[in-house]
């Protein structure tokens, strides 16, 4: 099954991952004070986070290789 929508359609099971990932990488990324909720990524920070995500970088290792470059 896959979700309907403008984005790339990705198996259900695999969105939730992502979603659980993403959400993991926002809380440590606000833990460790490089943003502060709400935070609203733009397009760029999106195409890096996933292809993190794609890569198999954990949440911790994703924040460190985001946010870690800009300040």
């Not at 198996?11 to 809380?27: E, G, H």
Request: net charge negative; proline share 7%; hydrophobic share 45%.
């Amino acid at each position: 099954m896959f979700i309907q929508s403008n984005q790339i359609a990705l198996p259900v099971p695999f969105d939730l991952d992502l979603r659980a990932w993403a959400k993991a990488v926002y809380d440590k990324a606000v833990g460790e004070g490089f943003i502060h909720a709400p935070w609203e990524p733009d397009d760029a920070i999106v195409r890096r986070l996933q292809s993190y995500f794609d890569t198999g970088l954990s949440p911790a290792d994703a924040v460190s290789a985001c946010f870690c470059l800009n300040h």
